[in-house]
């Protein structure tokens, strides 16, 4: 069965760089893109963008372009998202999900970035 | 850029009563549009895709379709853990979702 598990909680201030993770089971992303999926407080889904694991190839929404990078390790089945400099309105959960649509979805990762 | 609107923002339903809800593309997306269902404290969960086909393990009480710019689900005779919120989203070229439409209890 498919899984895919994320990283845990991380607590952050402003202006840190952080990487958080993504990995399915075995086998699990060939042939799929991995797309990441933020949720702040109360709101809705906002699709960021999406990671072809197979040739690291990336789609970025708009919205999130330039904001945060996607990349993947296609040996070990992982997915990554990362920030450079955090800010306080990047506080969100964060989910990764596989396909196209999304049929896979990880647990979620609660980022909290506050001073 | 495909923007994705679902109205209503807010339906209230009784136990076992059916209830429709609506998604429009703002250009047509063919038919490539799925249905999620979020529980509250859960991660989304796919319930329809390519517009109109069940995904694993969904009931048959959940049923979308459209095709181009509009698109409905209908959930007949509601249960308890059908009180959520449900998402539109276009996998045309981007992955964008909907607002939401959220589901509650009359």
Redesign the interface.
């Known amino acids: 069965d498919v899984q895919l598990v994320q990283s845990g909680a991380e607590v952050k201030k402003p202006g840190e760089s952080l990487k958080i993770s993504c990995q399915g089971s075995e086998n699990s992303f060939r042939g799929h893109w991995v797309g990441w999926v933020r949720q702040l407080p109360g709101k809705g889904l906002e699709w960021m963008g999406v990671v072809y694991p197979d040739d690291s190839d990336t789609i970025y929404s708009p919205s999130f372009q330039g904001q945060v990078t996607l990349s993947a390790d296609k040996s070990t089945n992982t997915a990554y998202l990362q920030w450079s400099r955090l800010k306080a309105s990047d506080s969100a959960m964060y989910y990764c999900a596989r396909g196209r649509p999304f049929d896979y979805w990880g647990q979620g990762t609660l980022v909290t970035v506050s001073s | 850029?495909i923007v994705m609107t679902q109205s209503p923002a807010t339906v209230s339903v009784s136990l076992g009563e059916g209830v429709t809800l609506s998604c429009r593309a703002s250009q047509s997306v063919r038919s490539d549009l799925?249905w999620?269902q979020?529980r509250p404290g859960q991660?989304?969960?796919?319930l329809i895709?390519d517009a109109s086909t069940r995904?694993t393990g969904i009931p048959a009480r959940f049923s979308g379709s459209g095709s181009g710019t509009d698109f409905t689900l209908t959930i007949s005779s509601l249960q308890s853990e059908d009180f959520a919120?449900y998402?539109c989203?276009h996998?045309l070229n981007?992955?964008?979702?909907?607002?939401?439409t959220r589901v509650e209890i009359k």
């Open positions: 850029e799925a999620y979020q991660a989304p969960r796919l895709f995904a919120v998402y989203q996998y981007l992955w964008t979702f909907g607002p939401g």
